[in-house]
């Protein structure tokens, strides 16, 4: 069936580090794939998406491609801050099989100063 | 901005309790979800909910009901609470099908059942 799979955490990065989390999925048909970020005692946010081949899902200096070839969806920083201190998450929608909303289990990061 | 709400962060119940988790959203979503999650365990569906008065079972709906009277609100209950209900739920509410469908959460409500 369809799902996701990310990289086990914790990960531990000095501040300024380049961050990289990988996101791999399995899917039938057409997934959009997502990155949400949950802060310490809060739900999960949106931080990113891309919903077909090829695009790049960007923001708060995060990025993530969308890599069909590879079935992947890595998360990277070029730098990152404590304020990044979050667990994120990996998902996809198989709007297109039966609109389900697929997550990773998490990975934590934590930057120190 | 998606305003998705819910209506405790804290909760402690008793064990054999009803306890009523409600969410409400702002932006006229269609569907609504609800999730627990647990430490390794990720997020895993409970019950979701296309339109009013409509619900579908997710992976996990045992021990749990959800109510969908109006469009904006949707509630999980917990017929008599156990220990091992004890977690953190999440409510999120999407716009509807297709590519851009985008789900969006509300702050979550940690449950201890004792």
């Known amino acids: 069936g369809d799902s996701v799979t990310q990289m086990e955490g914790p990960v531990t990065l000095s501040e300024e580090a380049f961050l990289t989390i990988n996101c791999t999925y399995t899917?039938?048909?057409?997934?959009?794939l997502f990155w949400y970020v949950q802060y310490p005692g809060e739900g999960l946010q949106l931080l990113l998406k891309a919903t077909k081949a090829d695009d790049k899902g960007s923001n708060k200096g995060f990025e993530a491609t969308y890599r069909k070839e590879t079935t992947s969806f890595h998360l990277e920083k070029g730098s990152v801050q404590v304020s990044d201190s979050a667990v994120y998450f990996c998902?996809?929608?198989?709007?297109?099989?039966?609109?389900?909303?697929?997550f990773g289990t998490g990975t934590s990061l934590t930057v120190i100063p | 901005d998606v305003k998705v709400t819910q209506s405790s962060r804290y909760l402690v119940k008793r064990t054999g309790e009803k306890v009523f988790l409600e969410c409400v959203q702002d932006m006229d979503h269609e569907n609504m979800f609800w999730y627990r999650q647990d430490p390794g365990l990720g997020l895993r569906l409970i019950y979701f909910s296309y339109d009013v008065k409509m619900k579908e079972k997710g992976d996990i709906p045992e021990g749990y009901s959800v109510s969908r009277e109006k469009k904006e609100r949707f509630s999980l209950i917990l017929e008599s609470a156990s220990t091992n209900q004890t977690s953190m739920y999440l409510c999120?509410?999407?716009?509807?099908?297709?590519?851009?469908?985008?789900?969006?959460f509300g702050p979550g409500t940690r449950l201890l059942v004792l």
């Open positions: 998902a996809l929608n198989t709007w297109n099989t039966g609109n389900q909303f697929y």
């Open positions: 899917a039938t048909g057409y997934p959009s």
């Open positions: 999120a509410s999407s716009s509807g099908w297709g590519e851009e469908e985008t789900q969006y």
